[in-house]
């Protein structure tokens, strides 16, 4: 048994921590905080508290596995455990570590249309960029990477170069390209062992997208219409169980800047053999605009 069980809390007996049997892999900005909030829903899914990047994170990942398995909730055998770090997805040594860990765990990949998502990216660099320190940190990456320097600049500044062509060293439109970072994971993981959820469709109408996860995961379709309210002022669904109702925290669902229409042409255009690669690996036609 468990040590800590003892301190101060109750604990139902048959209860400890485990390893997640399930990990949302990513992709940043795609709604991995609302998809895991949305799971928490099911009776049979325990979520670990914020994100762990176990695997992402040399020096956490170099504390073992026990020191991840402390992190998780507390849950029954018949539960599953979720974990969810964004940028797993994108971190080269993952994958292998995730398999080393358990092969047959399960990946929940959420993506969004490629330029919404680099639009929502910059539009979280942009606001973390208004709030830090004047001086950019070194740990924020390469210039052309997170390029939050100065004055801000324009979202079309930097995903368009001055000759006209996509800055794909931008790192919010470099994340957009799926493929390149999915085909590590196929080489690890056999392809039933990841879900793509759709992430428009999940603001949209979350509970469809919910019922394939709890399918693939095989659990008992009991997230439903009673669990979701929309909240006009949000402009998103918010969350309601027997205990409470919740919306996401206000950096959820971030109003974006006005794009110029003929920069997000472009970029769409950009896009779209990158996104029939994606469709050709995960053999699923996302029906992203062109
Ligand atoms: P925006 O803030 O750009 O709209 P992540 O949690 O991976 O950072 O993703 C954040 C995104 O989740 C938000 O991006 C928002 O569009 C999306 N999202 C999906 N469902 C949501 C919900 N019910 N409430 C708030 N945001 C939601």
Redesign the pocket.
């Known amino acids: 048994g468990e040590q800590d069980g003892a301190v101060g809390r109750v604990r139902f007996p048959r209860t400890s921590r485990r390893l997640p049997q399930c990990l949302i892999i990513g992709v940043?900005?795609?709604?991995?905080?609302?998809l895991l909030e949305m799971l928490f829903l099911h009776p049979r899914v325990q979520k670990a508290a914020g994100e762990v990047h176990f695997f992402d994170r040399d020096d956490n990942y170099s504390r073992g596995l026990e020191w991840y398995r402390k992190k998780m909730p507390h849950s029954f055998p018949h539960q599953v455990t979720i974990e969810k770090s964004?940028s797993y997805f994108v971190t080269p040594e993952v994958p292998e570590r995730v398999r080393a860990m358990n092969a047959s765990v399960k990946l929940l990949l959420i993506v969004r249309e490629p330029v919404t998502r680099a639009i929502?990216d910059y539009?979280q660099l942009r606001s973390h960029a208004a709030t830090a320190s004047p001086s950019p940190s070194p740990a924020s990456g390469s210039a052309s990477g997170s390029g939050q320097q100065g004055p801000q600049r324009s979202f079309e500044e930097l995903a368009i170069k001055p000759d006209g062509t996509v800055n794909v060293a931008y790192r919010p439109l470099s994340t957009s390209l799926y493929h390149s970072f999915l085909h590590r994971w196929l080489d690890v993981f056999s392809r039933d062992q990841l879900l793509v959820v759709n992430?428009d469709l999940?603001?949209e109408d979350p509970v469809p997208e919910l019922r394939r996860i709890e399918q693939f995961l095989g659990l008992e379709p009991r997230i439903g219409r009673h669990n979701f309210y929309f909240n006009h002022t949000?402009g998103?669904?918010?969350l309601r169980n027997d205990t409470a109702d919740k919306?996401?925290r206000e950096?959820?669902?971030?109003r974006?800047p006005r794009v110029d229409p003929a920069v997000i042409t472009k970029l769409r255009k950009f896009f779209s053999e990158h996104n029939q690669r994606f469709y050709d690996l995960v053999g699923q036609d996302l029906g992203w605009p062109e």
């Open positions: 940043r900005k795609c709604g991995t905080r609302a964004p929502s539009t992430g999940l603001i949000k998103f669904f918010c919306c996401l950096t959820k669902g971030r974006h």
